[in-house]
């Protein structure tokens, strides 16, 4: 009997050791994943800040990151690529306590989705002993910047005039009024829509102007962001498809701020077709960008204010005050009769006269711009950028251009105020890049307007701003992005009120950013956004 007693406690008592062995090894297993994860989880994510300071290139019209190609961990300008989209960040790495004793080893593989370039799933394996364990977490990976979006607002959308027929193909992102979180920045309760796709070949007149590969895109990676303001959601609205959705909707303080319910569109989640819906998400928003503020892009981080950049890198500045105009730059620069005389009144109309700004440097090259008028189509050539303070510019006839500065296909043309005056650009035609010269994105003029961009021309294709507000008339397309204070859609004419129920579009065309108008509003790395969508 005492031998039985004597075996059977000795037996219980090696359970007990085997079982919290076994216990021991399981938790230091999974720490040992949840190691692995937590530190490349890291890695990855100062990866692509480090990748997009550095100024990250290529992609195409959908989804995209420049971690698409794979990663340079070492950071030493040597990319290791994804195979078969499984990249293996780290083989049987050693996990210490702390006293430096192993306890365990973890093996981090990172997978992409093969649709979707933003998308990244990271899987650590731990072991222990003989206990094995497994952690993963999803990832989106992405950019907010500017020029990332097919709108980027500011405070004037406040206003709410991004509405009724208004039809959006890419992201939109509104900064709203802090002063006013509970105002409506879209009441969406007409035809209005937000996809996450477009197709050029609906557009049969712009298509030739446009690379093959970004004529047809199934996936923008469209989210709608709202930083102060509430959004409504009725009548016959999509933002996403049920079949295509958007990547994300957050707004102001959530679920709170996003009201009223669409019929037959994902009705379960108030007819917004979404993969996550929530409050605003980013801790460090990008601001509007306001020509009285420091930009801290590539080309401007040196200037105290994006005005005073583009006043110093303008290859052509030209200014009125009063009834004077002078070039403000470069000195003693040579320009024809035909040039200033154009401007004189204020207004820079560009119809029935040819006007000639250009002049040769010393280097030989050409500098300024030039307008030909031909009585069919006409040409607008813009070499370097150039900057026009105290002057409006109208275009009134239907206009390709050609836009170079050094050996890239782009260029930006902005208008200032000055003295109270200038500072609209009015486009009454169409405006598109010359396809024999160029095709878009890789060739691209952007317009900056300190004022007012109104829009009356049905097709549009470039990158804009306008610091007041962006007008588009009824029936009108913008291919590329707009950058606005106010966006807002008007009947025909010469209509300055906003009128919700007019139905125009802007199709976001992604520019790379090597392609892009260096003196757009930019942040150097951008607004790097690291979404966790899963954990388990």
């Known amino acids: 009997v005492i031998a ?8 219980t008592t090696q359970i007990e050791l085997w079982t919290t062995r076994n216990d021991t090894t399981s938790v230091q297993a999974f720490y040992a994943a949840e190691a692995g994860l937590q530190k490349y989880k890291a890695a ?123 039809t959006i193909r890419g992201g939109v992102y509104v900064v709203g009024n802090p002063n006013d979180p509970d105002q409506y920045v879209i009441e969406a309760n007409g035809n209005f829509a937000l996809y996450n796709r477009y197709d050029l070949t609906t557009y049969s007149e712009v298509t030739n102007r446009v690379e093959p590969s970004y004529r047809q895109v199934q996936d923008l990676c469209a989210s709608l962001r709202v930083q102060y303001g509430k959004i409504s959601v009725g ?44 409050g605003f998400d980013l801790s460090d928003p990008p601001p509007f960008p306001t020509l009285d503020a420091k930009l801290d892009s590539d080309a401007c981080s040196a200037y105290p204010t994006w005005r005073a950049c583009l006043q110093g890198k303008a290859a052509l500045r030209i200014q009125r005050i009063g009834n004077i105009l002078s070039v403000a730059s470069p000195p003693n620069a040579t320009l024809s009769p035909s040039c200033l005389q154009a401007m004189q009144s204020g207004t820079l109309t560009l119809d029935t ?14 500098g300024g711009f030039r307008y030909t008028y031909t009585g069919g189509q006409e040409l607008l050539e813009v070499f370097g950028d150039v900057v026009l303070e105290g002057i409006d510019a109208v275009l009134n006839r239907p206009v390709d251009y050609r836009a170079q500065s050094g050996s890239a296909k782009s260029a930006t043309l902005a208008v200032l105020k000055l003295g109270g005056n200038g500072g609209n650009l009015d486009i009454n035609g169409n405006l598109l890049p010359d396809a024999t010269f160029g095709l878009f994105p890789n060739h691209a003029l952007g317009f900056v307007a300190e004022g007012d961009i109104y829009q009356r021309g049905q097709h549009v294709m470039a990158p804009v701003y306008a610091g007041g507000t962006f007008r588009v008339v009824k029936g009108n397309v913008l291919f ?48 790097p956004v690291f979404q966790v969508l899963s954990y388990e």
């Open 353 to 366: 006269q040819s006007v000639d700004c250009t002049f040769t440097r010393l280097d030989g090259s050409r």
């Open 4 to 11: 039985l007693l004597v075996f059977g406690t000795f037996f």
């Open 480 to 527: 590329g992005s707009v950058i606005s204070n106010q966006f807002c859609t008007t009947s025909a004419g010469n209509q300055m009120s906003c009128n919700a129920s007019q139905k125009a579009e802007v199709v976001y065309i992604r520019i790379p950013k090597e392609n892009r108008p260096a003196l757009l509003p930019s942040l150097r790395g951008g607004k």
């Open 44 to 166: 990855l994510f100062q990866q692509y800040v480090w990748r997009e300071q550095r100024g990250g290139t290529g992609g195409g019209g959908g989804c995209f990151t420049s971690l698409a190609r794979g990663l340079d961990l070492d950071r030493d300008g040597t990319i290791t690529p994804f195979v078969n989209n499984r990249l293996v960040l780290a083989q049987n790495e050693v996990v210490t306590d702390a006293n430096g004793n192993p306890v365990g080893r973890y093996t981090a593989t990172l997978y992409k989705d093969a649709q979707d370039d933003q998308l990244f799933t990271l899987v650590s394996e731990g072991t222990s002993g003989g206990a094995k364990a497994r952690v993963q977490a999803t990832f989106r990976i992405s950019n907010s910047d500017y020029l990332e979006q097919a709108i980027f607002a500011g405070a004037g959308q406040a206003n709410k005039w991004l509405n009724g027929g208004a």
């Open 235 to 278: 009548g016959s609205t999509q933002i996403g498809e049920p079949n295509n959705k958007v990547k994300g909707v957050f707004v102001g303080r959530g679920a709170q701020d996003i009201t009223g319910e669409n019929v037959g569109v994902c009705r379960n989640n108030k007819g917004v077709c979404t993969e996550a819906m929530g």
